[in-house]
Nanobody
Framework: QVQLVESGGGLVQSGGSLRLSCAAS????????MAWYRQAPGKQREFIAR???????DYAESVKGRVTISGDSAKNTVYLQMNSLKPEDTAVYYC?????????WGQGTRVTVSS
């Protein structure tokens, strides 16, 4: 089992920045990926960014250039730096840990961007 705890969400004005954190604990393996997804009210959960232990990163086109995913393998923590936030970025942001066919999710952290 892997437990994920997200933090860093909150209320921010349009154009502002936030940094989300996700700390993983438990049976952390090797060769895993950690990713951020978000779910806005009334919408499906969507992929935002991913990083792997091999250092590969991947971003959704909708956020490319505004967000940066980074990881601290020593702390089993992944971060999502979000800049130039827009009201449409308002959502609950979820962290995912994936290894092979197994995926674990955190409980989410809410981000609200006011106009």
């Amino acid at each position: 089992q892997v437990q994920l705890v997200e933090s860093g969400g909150g209320l921010v004005q349009s154009g502002g920045s936030l940094r989300l954190s996700c700390a993983a604990s438990g049976s952390i393996g090797i060769g895993y990926s950690m990713a951020w997804y978000r779910q806005a009210p009334g919408k499906q959960r969507e992929f935002i960014a991913r990083t792997t232990t091999g250092g590969v990163t991947d971003y959704a086109e909708s956020v490319k250039g505004r967000v940066t995913i980074s990881g601290d393998s020593a702390k089993n923590t992944v971060y999502l730096q979000m800049n130039s936030l827009k009201p449409e970025d308002t959502a609950v942001y979820y962290c995912q840990y994936r290894i092979g066919a197994l995926a674990y999710w955190g409980q989410g952290t809410r981000v609200t961007v006011s106009s």
